[in-house]
């Protein structure tokens, strides 16, 4: 069971029971489609899970500067889910740990929304302790994380967990203490922030030091995750991508970010500044 999350103007959380209505939209489960008859022909079925399952794309990351460079081979697979394959917010993050890996090194970092987990794989290669976090409702891109992991050798010091964003669940009160909360293109849609905010303001409310580094793609000028930050008992600072050599059309030896717009946040509780 799991049970909706909230915070009272007095700063404390209540929590009520959950049901299927309580899931954000973006967290429903992907359905398979069946054919007129409603039923699935199981050799054909077959083959598209395991087409599902496979990775399609292996895409490698080169990040490099004049003290050293690491190297990243994310699995990717053409499916409808967004979390299969690599976001362009995902190389700016990946790029800001890189740059800053002295301050990751021995650190605990969660990544939610991992995805195909680039940043969380740059994490782990660069000394961190990670644990990698999406949707349980969508255990392919779970499987996909942990392809990642076994694919850049980093399996042995990195978790992979289901957490559900705005949810008390399980996993959720499972969570230790950690350094950084990571996330990257999270706020892709207006309905999710709320849910992202209170997940994150929960997991601070266990790190007193921690912050969350998280840059998304500036989709509309309407959207404004800093009206919700107070509500959290939180506050951001911004980062300028030149500060970490992230203002490029290119990065890591890859196409991505291309020409979109980011804004990277560091957001941590009100009482740690």
């Keep these: 069971m799991s049970v909706n999350l909230k915070k009272s103007k007095a700063g404390e959380y209540d929590a009520s029971e959950n049901g299927e209505e309580g899931i954000a939209p973006q967290q429903k489960p992907f359905h398979e489609e069946k054919s007129e008859?409603?039923?699935s022909d199981d050799g054909e079925s077959l083959q598209s899970e395991e087409k599902l399952d496979s990775p399609n794309v292996f895409?490698?990351?080169?990040?490099?500067?004049?003290?050293?460079?690491?190297?990243?081979?994310?699995?990717?697979?053409?499916?409808?889910?967004y979390g299969m394959y690599t976001w362009p917010g995902a190389v700016v993050?990946?790029?800001?740990?890189?740059?800053?890996?002295?301050?990751?090194?021995?650190?605990?970092?969660?990544?939610?929304?991992?995805?195909?987990a680039l940043p969380g794989i740059v994490a782990a290669?660069?000394?961190?302790?990670?644990?990698l976090s999406d949707n349980e409702l969508t255990p392919k891109i779970?499987?996909?994380?942990?392809?990642?992991?076994?694919?850049?050798?980093?399996?042995?010091?990195?978790?992979v967990i289901p957490l559900l964003w705005g949810l008390v669940t399980q996993s959720l009160l499972q969570i230790e203490p950690v350094d950084f909360i990571i996330g990257s293109d999270c706020f892709f849609d207006p309905k999710v922030f709320e849910d992202i905010l209170m997940t994150v303001s929960f997991?601070?409310?266990?790190?007193?030091?921690?912050?969350?580094?998280s840059v998304y793609q500036i989709r509309s000028a309407d959207w404004n995750i800093r009206a919700s930050l107070r509500q959290w008992q939180l506050?951001?600072?911004?980062?300028?991508?030149?500060?970490?050599?992230?203002?490029?059309?290119?990065?890591?030896?890859s196409d991505l970010p291309g020409n979109h717009s980011f804004e990277f946040l560091r957001i941590n509780t009100i009482r740690n500044r």
Excluded: M
């Design 235 to 253: 506050q951001c600072k911004s980062v300028p991508l030149k500060d970490f050599g992230a203002d490029a059309n290119s990065l890591a030896d």
């Design 93 to 116: 993050l990946a790029q800001y740990i890189w740059h800053n890996r002295d301050d990751f090194y021995g650190k605990k970092v969660l990544e939610i929304g991992a995805g195909t």
């Design 125 to 131: 290669k660069c000394g961190a302790c990670v644990t």
């Design 203 to 213: 997991i601070l409310e266990k790190s007193s030091a921690a912050e969350f580094l």
């Design 37 to 39: 008859s409603g039923e």
């Design 142 to 159: 779970l499987k996909n994380c942990a392809r990642s992991c076994e694919e850049n050798q980093v399996s042995d010091r990195v978790k």
């Design 59 to 81: 895409r490698k990351f080169h990040f490099a500067d004049e003290s050293g460079s690491l190297d990243v081979t994310i699995p990717e697979v053409l499916h409808p889910s």
